[in-house]
Antibody, heavy 120, light 107 residues
Framework: QVQLKESGPGLVQPSQTLSLTCTVS????????VHWVRQPPGKGLEWMGR???????SYNSALKSRLSISRDTSKNQVFLKMNSLQTDDTGTYYC??????????????WGQGTLVTVSS | DIQMTQSPSFLSASVGDRVTINCKAS??????LNWYQQKLGEAPKLLIY???SLQTGIPSRFSGSGSGTDFTLSINRVESEDFSVYYC?????????FGAGTKLELK
């Protein structure tokens, strides 16, 4: 079955770089888009960016200057890197997959999320 | 960016009630509107896609309607497990954007 799982450090210091990994199973990264969505504590959801099935990337313009998404198809992993972290980057980070091919931006499968705290 | 405005922010209901949640897009998004349910400490769950299509495994008491800029999520005969937060989201154009959420509370 389709599974996604986020991993990474729970604590990042201000001004440092966040590196997260989304490890997927049950589908191929060359067939489906994978997105990153984040949620500050007690607040709403923000789409950050996506890795398309063909290797192209798209980013939220609000984060574009700080954000990079890449992948390793041989390891079934998608990576998120975001630099210059500040306290308002604290939150739960999710990776999620489109419902099916062609159903772009409809997030049917989600990882459990990983909580990232930005603090010194 | 397309702004998504949800109302109300909070909704009180009793088990067995019928409730509706509204979502308004800042521009025409055709039917590219999805609804999610999020329980405390969990990832969001897709309920409705393309405005009115029920995701596999979701109970039929959930339904969606609307097109263009105005959309509605309805829950017919609310059950105790339905008390949670609901988000709308547009998949019409990048960046994909979400409403601020509606918290459905027990009256």
């Amino acid at each position: 079955q389709v599974q996604l799982k986020e991993s990474g450090p729970g604590l990042v210091q201000p001004s440092q770089t966040l590196s997260l990994t989304c490890t997927v199973s049950g589908f191929s990264l060359t067939s489906y888009n994978v997105h990153w969505v984040r949620q500050p504590p007690g607040k709403g959801l923000e789409w950050m960016g996506r890795m398309r099935y063909n290797g192209d990337t798209s980013y939220n313009s609000a984060l574009k200057s700080r954000l990079s998404i890449s992948r390793d198809t041989s390891k079934n992993q998608v990576f998120l890197k975001m630099n210059s972290l500040q306290t308002d980057d604290t939150g739960t980070y999710y990776c999620t997959r489109d419902r099916n091919y062609g159903s772009y931006g409809t997030f049917a499968y989600w990882g459990q999320g990983t909580l990232v705290t930005v603090s010194s | 960016d397309i702004q998504m405005t949800q109302s109300p922010s909070f909704l009180s209901a009793s088990v067995g009630d019928r409730v509706t949640i509204n979502c308004k897009a800042s521009q025409n998004i055709n039917r590219y509107l999805n609804w999610y349910q999020q329980k405390l400490g969990e990832a969001p769950k897709l309920l409705i896609y393309n405005a009115n299509s029920l995701q596999t495994g979701i109970p039929s008491r959930f339904s969606g309607s609307g097109s263009g800029t105005d959309f509605t999520l309805s829950i017919n005969r609310v059950e105790s497990e339905d008390f949670s937060v609901y988000y709308c989201q547009q998949s019409y154009s990048l960046p994909y954007t979400f409403g601020a959420g509606t918290k459905l509370e027990l009256k």
